[in-house]
Each structure stands twice: as C-alpha cells, then as structure tokens.
C-alpha cells in the first residue's frame, strides 16, 4: 500500500520499523483472543446461533479464543470498520465488562467512532476463504509449520510465539494472510513452499480445498446475477389496474409507503415510520419477521419494493444487506415438497448454470447472509399440511441461521410462528399517501389531481374505502379516465362498479355483434363463480391453475375477455418431471390466477349468494370450512350481492369469537335499509358495542350508521363503549366527536355508555360537554369513565337536571372505587385507601386514575394516610402537577398526614414556583421530607416569602437523589453536603438530574467563594444566553456564572465559529475569579477582531490554551492564534490520531499559513474523508475540517485503502489545491479517482495519482493522465485499471 512520498525519504531503520508494526485489524483481534474465556465463547456461540458442530469444534480446540476469533471474522461479526454484531451479543449476554474493554480496542486499535460503524458489503470470497483458512490449519503439522515460517524467513521471536501458542496451526494460518502467503484468489506462494518441501500430498490436499472455495465463490456469484435478473422481470411488471397493459411500471414508480406499525414486547402496537425500520426494531427477536395486513393493503407490493431494494443496492435501505435474497410467492407452492424445487422451478432461468448441489451447498452456508421472503401465505395451498418446508422453515427446523421475512393477512399468521416472532402490520393509506399515489403514478397535473381527491372526498364512506391502497389506487386510475365516479355506499357496490368499468373499457373497443358478446360474458360468469368458491373451500386452496384446463372450462372467448380486461393473468412457470435429469426434464406450461386475491373472493362470493338460501347444505359445509376472517371478503360480497343471503351470514359470523365487528362490516354491505338488516342491528346491539382505536375509519363509521339506525327504530341498545376513541364535544350540537373526526350524535335508545383513555385528564369543560350528550340519551342511565382523572367537583348549575332526575349513575374508573355525585357535584370515594399510596409508571391507566382520584376525594374529606410517596416521571409528569401542584389556597391531592413528597421536573425552578410547591407542603400538615428531581431550584430566596411553620415542623428539603444539595429553610439558601472535587465535569452524557446537581453545587460555591480549581463542560455547550449572562446546555440547563471557579476546560468536537468562541469567552467574563481557559478536540479560528473581545478578559490576563499539549494559544491581545513549536518538514495527520491532536496539528498549520511560514508537506494518512466542491476545506475522519493553506507547497491524501474517490470529492481536491497558491505537488495515493474527460489544469502544481494496484503511477498532463511509461490513460484503459483495482483491493482487504 502506498505511503506518503516522504516515506520513502526515511530512513532504512525507520523504514523497517514501519514495515514490521502489525496492522490495527491485526493487533485488535490478538487482544481480542486473550480475554475470551470458554464459557464467553459458548454464550456467544449459542446467540449467533452457530451449529452444534461448530459449538463442539470451538469447546474442543486447543486454542478456542484464536478459533472463535477467526470464525467471528470469517461471519462477518468481527471488521476492521464493525464491531457491532460482536458488541451486541457481549450486551446480550451480560457480558458488559468485557464489551467495554472491546469498544476501547475499538477506539485505539481501529478508530472506530461509536455510532458511525461503516457496515461493508460483505465480499462473496469471505465465508469460503475463512472455511478454506480453517481446514487449512487442521492440515499444518508442527514440523510443517517450522519449515513454511524458515522459507518465509519469518523472524525468530515470531516463530518462538507460534510454537508456544496453544493453536500454533491457527496462528500460522493467520500469520501467512497476513503477509500475503495466502489470499483470497492466490495461494501460490504457500502451494510453491509447500513443494519445496516435498510435501505434495499436503499440497494436493490444500489445493482441493483451495480450488473449492473458488469454486464456491463463483457459483455464489452466478446464483446471485440469475436471481436478480429473475427478480427484476417481477418487480418491473406492475399492473396498477388490471386492464392497463399497455403501459407497465417498475415498482418503485408506482411504490408508496402505506402505514406501518410494530407489536412490542408488551403487546403494543406502535408506529414505525418506515418499512426499512423493520430489521432495527426487530433486533434481539426471532429471525422470522411477519407484515401483516388486511386484504389490499399492499403487502406484496411492498415485499417486491424490498426485492427492488435488494437487486438495485439501494444503500439506505436495509434490504440491500442481505448476500442472497430469494422471493417466493406461497400461491405458486402447492406440492413443492423443498426449498431448492421451488427456487429451480421458480427462479433460476432455463439456462442456469447454477446446479442444484450449488443451490445446496449456499443456502446450507451459515457465512453467507441469507433473506428469504415468503409472500401471501394466506394463499398458500398447503399451509394446512402439517411438514411442509415451509413450516419448517418458520419452526426453525431448517435453515435456522437465514432470516425469513414473510407477508400474509392478518387473519392468518401461520402457528408456527411463536411470541419471538417479529410482527409488522399496515395500515393504510392516509390522506398524505393517497395525493402522493395520484401525482406519482396516474397524473401530475394539479387541477386533475384537485378533481380526482376532491371527488374522493366528497364520499365519505368511498374516501374510508380507500384506505385499502388497492381500493385507492383502483379508484384514481378509473377516476382519471371519468369524469364522474360512482357515487358508492359499500364496499360491494364500489367492486362491482370497478368490475363494470373494466369490461366496459373492453366493450368500448368493438362494436356490433362482438360487443354483445362481451355483454353476455360480464353478466353470466356461473363457471368462474364455481371455480373461484371451489378453490377456496377446497381442502387445500389452489388459486393457479393449468391454462389448458381453464380454456376447456370456459371456452376460449370467454377466457380471452377475462385475460383481456386483466381479471385473470397468465404465468409461465417450468414443468418439470421428477427423478428425470434436469437437462431433460424441463418444460414448461402456463398456469393462471386472479389478478388479485380479492377478485378471486368476488366471484366466489357470486356464487355462494346465489346457492345460500336454497342450498342449506352447501352453505353449512362452506361454513365449516371456511373462517370468515380468513376470507372476510367472500362473506361481506355475498351479504351486499344477496340481502337475503346476509341474514344467514351474519348470524353465523356472530357466533364466532369478536364477531360483532365483522358483523358490522357485512351489515354495512346491505345498502337498503330493510327488514333483513334492522332484524341484524338488533341482534348486534343486545351486546356491547365496541369503536375502538385500531379500527378503521371505514369501520367506526359503519358502526356509528348502524347505532343510528336502532335509534331511529326504537330498538334499545346495551353499551357503546369508545375504547381510546374520545376526542372532544361539538358543545352546540351535543355531539361526541372521535379522533378519526367520526361523529356520534345522541343515541335516544342507548342505555350505557363507558369512556376509556389513557393517562388522560377530562376538563371540566369535556365533562360537561359529555352530560349535555348524555342528557339527550334519555334512556341512558350509566356514563362510566376509564382511564382518565375527572375533576374533583363541578358546579351543579352546569349539570343537566335530566341527569339527576333520571338518577344517571356516573362511575370514574373500572372498580367504582370513585363515583360522581350528580347531587353535590363531587367526587366520592367507596373504599378506604391503603397506609401507603405509589403512584408509579408501571400502573395501568385505571389504575392510575382511580389512585389519583381516591387521593383527590381523601384529601377533601380529611382522610388520615400513614405515607403517600408520588413519584413524578415522563408518563404522568403533566397530570400530576396539574393537580398535585397547585397556587396557594387550592385544596391538594392528598391527605394532611402526608410524610413525604417527590417532585420530578425539568429545567429551573423559578422562586414564585418554588414558593408555590412549599405553600402545597405547608397544607399537607404532617409533610417532613419534599425531594427535587432533575430541577435547579435558586441558590437563595427571601426569608420572608417562606412560612415559619414549616421551619417549625423542621421539614427537610434536599435538591437531588444524591442528598448532595439541600435547601435550608432556616437561611433560605441552598447548602452542600459535600465537598466539591478538584476538577469537576458536566459532561453531555450525564443524565438531566446530574447536570441540576453539579450545577446547584457550583452555585453555592459561588455563593460562599469556596474556590473550584476547574471545571469541564464535556460537549454540553449549546449557547451563551445574553439575557441572563448564562451558558445554555445541551439539556436544556442553565449554567449561571461561577464567580470562584479559576479554570474552565471546554471539550467540544469540529471546528468552532467566532461567535462560539466569543460565547465561551461571555462566560468567562461571569467567572470573575477564572483565568485560565483551554479547549480540546476543537479548531478555533485563527484569528478573532480585537474589538470584538471583551477588555476586561485581558485585564484579568486570561490565558487561553487551544490543546492539552499548549503547543496552540490563543492571544486575547492580538486576537490571533500562536503557536510555539516549529513545524516539521513533514505534518502528518492520521486516522488513528485522536480528536484533540489533529485539532492541535490543524491550527499550528493555521497559524503557519496565517503568518505566511512555509510549510513543506502535508501527508493526510487514512484521515482524508470528504471535500466540498468549492475547495475551501477538506474534512477529516474526526470531522474536523481543514482549511486551505496559503503556503502550503505539498500535500499528500491517502485515504483509506481501496476507497474509490467520487467526481464531486476530487473536484474538491483539486478546488483545494487551487487556493493553496504555493502548492508544486499534490500527491494522491491508494484510491481509485473517478474519470473525467477533461480534468481541470492546476498552472504550478504537479499532480500524481498512484493507485497501488501493481499498475504504476499516473501524472496530469494536459487535463488528461500520463503513465510514467509515456503512455495517456484511455477510456478503454481507464475501465481495465478499475478492475485491476477493485480485484487488486478486494484481496488486499481480504487480508486484514
């Protein structure tokens, strides 16, 4: 590898030294291996999941922790630039000791910045080689390896360590790669020592092995090329509508992110912004992740996006990750007894030169990184067949180390699928995604894009419809081409008039005879009805089927007008004949489906409408076959095709577990309001009805319209319970209105209704809103609250008398511990609390809110307590305050024997606040301890303002967990505990409530000029505020002057501006006794206007130093930097240097420029990372930027090895190098550089590019690059040298 020019200036004792200190890679995995013990390597093994063979071959090796070490890289789990894998399983399993030692290696031997790993593509020759490297070893002999370290001429000391090592084998192998004895794509030198020897049956033996991974590797390479070109025909054939064909989309054309959620470890279900969060939430689970969702709602759109991602290396998604990607679409397995069938019969080509032993052979590799996506299970014809490799695979029976990803409708999850599994369901599309689909794939036109969503809009019931994105994005391509949309009212009608439009876009291409046809074949469809009903309700669904069979079916017209208008779709998959060789075996046939799963379900429920009045038994056995979640639509369809078929439907759809809901839906397919469907509503209202958060819009609609409905009939209906629906009341129309903007007017027929929130606090004004709904139920006569803290009395003059009249019950929590006197407008409690009262964040919401309240009404009545502990946090912080902390004079939630009181807050505590915290102590007459949290509270208040009864009742006020500060009423001041340290840090990781701590420690130093030797603000320094002369923290926190601390040390990272230096400077003038200030791991400017600085600092002779090293100062009278070493010829900056010593080296560059001194050379030493295209800066691997230099004259980058320079980065470069006037050479080295056709003239600077492959050194002339052979770099020539590279590095990298 190339080394800066001047390297080849030192001298020879110099240069050996340099040649024999082992790579950092090198040096992190030998430290590595000596603190893995046997028991840390089992643990580790088992959470990788590594074979029981490998367990044993590791428990059993001589040298286990060199093993474990090896096999770590050769997985992928240890990298020169990620350790994460390896760091997050020592986490795992407890091991954090030994994870803290890691990540310091980490940062001393590779320079890895926590947080910023750069996670390499993982090299197609790294599993086979690190496999090859392993037999390797079993095949060297002690005397063998003696011989090979003699030929090599290994020195003695070396070969003194490989005969004392445990696993000397082991450690030779690693020796020999790293010198180049064997690589990835050569191992000639080894095989040539070897015969030298004499050894040629070893040699043959290593030669086998070797000529296997290449092998391997090869196959791999062909397999992963034959499985994207099979990918890419199914990603980039998207039908929006069926019947477009003329115009197909690629998916990411027409691919929009619908709403997605993730089921947490309680069981909750929570938003993720996007699908590429779903490998990092599902992080520590099982390796099979689900997507689930209702039908339409775009879960093989999706997983094809995720092909997409895979095959164009999409490089922010983490899809793009995986070595080998298989998708599979369940609908086409039926029969397919094996994985490898399905990837011969579906995936590889006709031609494939993979064959099914390679097929083998890589999914059976644990190195290799393996995804396979298991689509539409729910159409899986064989998921009721018990072994089949499918389940299996979800059992983890098979194939345990690859990562399954697999969709299906929720009413589906396979069972195979435990609580580890990972679960993802989508939601929809919202407003935002439904506009973003129309601009994106139909029109861009505004007006039109106007038109089609505020046609949608103006349909309620269609705009919830879609939702679905299918339905959506049916809908905005029908609605493109018509003027005017349907006016629909189920979901039934909205189908059957897409159906309409997609034979009439048929029959609008003929005329005559021929469209009378058509006619006839859109209105009689019995034989596809049959087909679709049968292969639903078979024993085993089969939704393909042999195109020959379906023609002889139908007839040929009639299939030709359904391929025609899209509704069924051809495939052509191989036919292949078993136990035949596979060059004769394969043929192929063409099998068809239904566009979509739904259409199918369409002309199955066409059937069953027909035939379940008068065909009972037909009906009873569909119904003993089919689970109406499992197929919803089918059900919903034949309700809204048939009414009278929909009384028989909803009865049996009741009597299953939660069926009232579906019940719902398929009464809503009804749109005429008969008979039929009041006798449905009353069967559903003699239970609790529920309209719950996670239901859809569509849903919550459909329910309210079916409530009004038994209204209006007189039809009494048991309870409505709005489980975490609740927004508000419209107070003028006395409706309530739900978060989904749903409105539920008064119910005169209702009877019961129950309000559940979570955490919430109802106002006086909601409440009241509330009665005045209930007041208009004039048969209700119980309003229960859940969840939620009512107030502890409101004016009767604001209660409906009707209420009272009718003795409404109103009940506030779930065990009416606490019940609502409509009478007196209070809150009464029914039970006697208990002698201690917490208030935690583990209470369920009921919980809480009964707690709170049971203390609001105690308190009112006087109640004795023997101890009430509230502890304030994140969850309940808001509530409690606003009840618990109140002006003087108010009535607390508590009672008066109340002993201790916790207040957790954020920020600083005014006096007045304060002040009011102590008049709500002094009401709770038996208090003797108040502790703050996470709160600055003032360093003095007058004594006057605090009440003398509690310094008589001698309550204790301390300022933080740690007691180290407390407040003394007596004096009115804030008082330390402890003594302060030496130097004392606030650093940014701290925790809010260190912070306030250090900080009130501080400032009673200050107050009481108790002398601080130095204070560190660790990168917490947000700003200077000039109102209060304070310095502003990352936290949030305020750092007020401290007069008595003499030395301030700043640690922040980057280059800092002049206004944040005359910040820190601000701050300074506050702390009258400092005089000394210095800053680590930042740049400063190099020079600061004099009249900017504050005089009174230079009066005091503040002295600012710029590094530890003091080799930088600042000279507040001149305003300039200065710096006191000379420079070397040669300035070296590295990767590997820390933060504080490349900023030290960057301003004694600056100072040299700024005072025009030459500076000889500059060699940036893997610290190069990125250049702006105007060329005022490059910036280094710590961040920090380096300005040009004016009288700078040479300057070599080296960035990190193999790294291929993009067109904007060396366009910077170059633009760099411009500024530097003085600059005779710019000297680049160990990169590929990006070809330009023309690269910009630098007029005195000699430009060089040496690319380290073994290909010589390359000089700009003319715009355009010489060889030092004469010869100018062609195009031609230009792609043959990337190869070379590439190839060159990759076995380069390999072996580090």
Excluded at 174 to 183: C, V
Excluded at 344 to 364: A, G, I, T, Y
Excluded at 578 to 596: D, N
């Amino acid at each position: 590898m190339a080394d800066s020019p001047s390297t080849h200036e030192a001298t020879g004792s110099e240069g050996q030294q340099r040649k024999s200190t082992p790579p950092a890679f090198w040096r992190f995995k030998i430290a590595l291996s000596t603190i893995l013990t046997i028991k840390v390597i089992l643990e580790l093994a088992v959470t990788f999941g590594y074979p029981n063979a490998l367990v044993d071959e590791l428990q059993g090796a001589s040298d286990s922790a060199l093993l474990m070490v090896m096999v770590m890289e050769g997985r992928g789990q240890i990298h020169p630039t990620d350790i994460s894998p390896l760091l997050g399983a020592l986490e795992d399993t407890g091991h954090h000791g030994i994870a803290t030692d890691v990540r310091a290696w980490s940062l001393e031997y590779l320079d890895i910045i926590p947080g910023n790993e750069q996670k390499p593509k993982k090299s197609l020759e790294l599993s086979s080689f690190g496999r090859f490297k392993i037999a390797l070893s079993t095949a060297l002999r002690e005397q063998t390896i003696q011989n090979l370290g003699a030929i090599f001429d290994y020195p003695r000391a070396l070969m003194d360590e490989i005969r004392n090592a445990k696993n000397s084998a082991l450690l030779m192998t690693m020796h020999m790669e790293e010198r180049g004895q064997i690589q990835p794509a050569d191992i000639s030198p080894l095989l040539t020592a070897l015969k030298d020897l004499r050894l040629h049956g070893v040699a043959s033996d290593v030669e086998g092995q070797f000529n296997e991974h290449l092998r391997i590797t090869g196959k791999m390479a062909a397999f992963i090329e034959e499985l994207k070109e099979t990918c890419h025909t199914l990603y980039d054939k998207i039908q929006p509508i069926p019947y477009i064909k003329e115009k197909l989309y690629s998916v990411d054309k027409v691919f929009i992110e619908v709403g997605i959620e993730y089921c947490d470890s309680r069981g909750s279900w929570k938003t993720l912004s996007s699908y590429r969060g779903i490998f990092s939430v599902a992080k520590g689970t099982s390796r099979i992740q689900v997507i689930e969702g209702d039908p339409g709602y775009g879960k093989s759109t999706l997983a094809l996006q995720l092909v997409y991602d895979w095959c164009n290396e999409v490089s922010d998604s983490p899809f793009c990750k995986p070595d080998i990607l298989i998708f599979l679409n369940l609908r086409q397995l039926g029969g397919i007894t094996s994985i490898i069938d399905a990837i011969e019969q579906f995936l590889l080509p006709r031609d494939s030169s993979v064959k099914r032993l390679d097929v083998e052979h890589l999914l059976n590799d644990r190195d290799i990184r393996i995804l396979v996506i298991f689509d539409a299970y729910d159409e899986y014809p064989d998921q009721h067949i018990g072994d089949t490799f499918v389940t299996q695979i979800l059992e983890e029976k098979m194939l345990r180390h690859v990562d399954v990803l697999l969709t299906t409708r929720s009413s589906c999850i396979p069972p195979a699928c435990g609580s580890r599994t990972g679960r993802f369901r989508l939601t929809g599309f919202d407003e935002g995604a439904r506009e973003q689909y129309v601009r994106k794939a139909v029109t861009g036109d505004d007006e039109e894009v106007q038109r089609i969503l505020e046609q949608l809009n103006t349909n309620p019931i269609l705009r919830d419809i879609c939702q679905a994105p299918l339905f959506s994005v049916m809908y905005a391509h029908v609605a493109h081409e018509e003027e005017e949309f349907h006016n629909v009212r189920s979901v039934t009608g909205f189908f059957e008039y897409m159906i309409d439009c997609f034979h009439s876009h048929a029959q609008n291409k003929v005329s005559g005879g021929k469209r009378k046809q058509l006619q006839m074949f859109a209105d009689n469809h019995h034989a596809l009805d049959k087909l679709a009903f049968d292969s639903l309700t078979g024993a085993n669904q089969q939704l393909l089927w042999d195109k020959k069979v379906v023609i002889k079916k139908f007839g040929a017209e009639f299939y030709g007008l359904y391929t025609d208008i899209g509704i069924l779709v051809e495939e052509e998959v191989i036919n292949r004949s078993r136990g035949a060789k596979r060059a004769q075996s394969i043929q192929y046939r063409t099998e068809v489906h239904f566009y979509h799963k739904l259409f199918c379900e369409w002309f199955a429920a066409c059937h069953l409408a027909k035939r379940v009045t008068s065909f009972q038994a037909l009906f009873r056995n569909f119904c003993k076959r089919v689970n109406p979640y499992d197929l919803q639509f089918v059900y919903r369809f034949a309700c809204g095709i048939n009414p009278a078929a929909a009384k028989r439907i909803i009865n049996l759809v009741q009597k299953k577990p939660d069926g009232d809901k579906f019940a719902v839906l398929c009464a809503l397919e009804q749109e005429e309001n008969t008979e039929d469907v009041l006798s449905t509503v009353r069967d559903l209202v003699l239970r609790d009805v529920y309209i719950r958060e996670n239901d859809t819009r569509l849903l919550q609609r459909t329910t309210v319209q079916l409530l009004e409905l038994a209204s209006q009939k007189e039809v009494p209906i048991k309870c409505i319970d709005l489980d975490r629906t609740f927004e508000t009341v419209d107070k003028e129309l006395k409706n309530i209105v739900l978060k989904s903007g749903v409105v539920l007017r008064p119910i005169v027929s209702l009877q019961s209704l129950n309000i559940r929130m979570e955490t919430a606090t109802v106002s006086g004004q909601d409440l009241i809103g509330i009665f005045g709904f209930v007041g208009q139920c004039s048969n209700l006569m119980r309003l229960s609250f859940d969840g939620c803290v009512l107030p502890l009395s409101i004016p009767t003059e604001l209660i409906d008398d009707s209420l009272i009249t009718r003795d409404v019950k109103v009940s506030c929590c779930p065990d009416n511990n606490v019940l609502l006197n409509l009478r007196s407008g209070k809150l009464e409690s029914k039970t006697n609390l208990p002698g201690e009262v917490r208030i935690q964040n583990s209470d369920t919401a009921a919980s809480l809110a009964s707690k709170i309240m049971q203390l609001m009404v105690a308190s009112a009545d006087h109640a004795t307590v023997t101890e009430y502990i509230v502890t304030f946090d994140d969850t309940t912080s808001s509530m409690i305050l606003k009840l618990g902390i109140s002006p003087p004079g108010a009535s607390p939630p508590g009672a008066s024997s109340v002993k201790k009181l916790e207040v957790t807050e954020s920020g600083h505590i005014s006096e007045d606040r304060f002040v009011q915290v102590l008049a709500c102590v002094k009401a709770l007459e038996d208090i003797n301890e108040v502790v703050f949290h996470g709160c600055i509270l003032p360093v003095s208040i007058s004594t006057e303002r605090i009440d003398h009864s509690l310094i008589t009742r001698n309550v204790k006020v301390s300022c933080c967990a740690d007691n180290k500060v407390e407040f003394n009423l007596r004096s009115g001041k804030l008082k330390n505990n402890t003594e302060l340290p030496d130097d004392v840090c606030i650093r940014s990781s701290d925790t809010e409530a260190e912070q306030a701590s250090t900080i009130m420690q501080l400032m009673v130093a200050s107050a009481d000029k108790i002398p601080v030797t130095c204070l560190t603000l660790g990168g917490c320094i947000e700003e200077f505020d000039v109102t209060t002369s304070n310095m502003v923290l990352t936290s949030g926190l305020s750092l007020p002057g401290v007069s008595s601390v003499m030395k301030l040390k700043v640690t922040e990272s980057g280059n800092m501006s002049e206004d944040q230096c005359l910040q820190v400077l601000a701050f300074v003038k506050e702390c009258r006794d400092m005089n000394k200030v210095s800053f680590d791991g930042c740049v400063l400017p190099v020079s600061i206007p004099t009249e900017r600085i504050d005089h009174s600092l230079i009066t005091r002779n503040v002295k600012v130093s710029c590094c530890p090293d003091n080799n930088v100062l600042f000279n507040l009278r001149s305003g300039k930097l200065e710096s006191t070493p000379e420079l070397p010829d040669n300035v070296w900056i590295r990767s590997s240097d820390t933060v504080a010593e490349q900023a030290s080296t960057i301003m004694q560059l600056m100072v040299a420029s700024a005072d025009k001194n030459p500076i000889t050379e500059v060699s940036l030493v893997r610290s190069f990372s990125s250049a702006g295209s105007d060329g005022l800066s490059l910036v280094l691997n710590s961040g920090l930027c380096l300005p040009w230099l004016s009288s700078l004259q040479k300057l070599w980058i080296g960035p990190e090895w193999g790294r291929e320079v993009t067109v904007d980065e060396w366009t910077g470069i170059l633009n760099y190098a411009k500024h530097s006037q003085l600059l005779k050479r710019l000297w680049i080295a160990d990169c590929l550089l990006p070809w330009l056709d023309n690269n910009p003239n630098l007029a005195n600077t000699r430009v060089v590019w040496d690319p380290e492959c073994y290909d010589g050194i390359y000089t700009l002339q003319s715009g355009r690059w010489q060889h030092e052979d004469g010869h100018v770099l062609t195009r031609g020539a230009y792609a043959d040298l990337v190869t070379k590279f590439r190839e060159f590095w990759s076995m380069r990298m390999a072996m580090y």
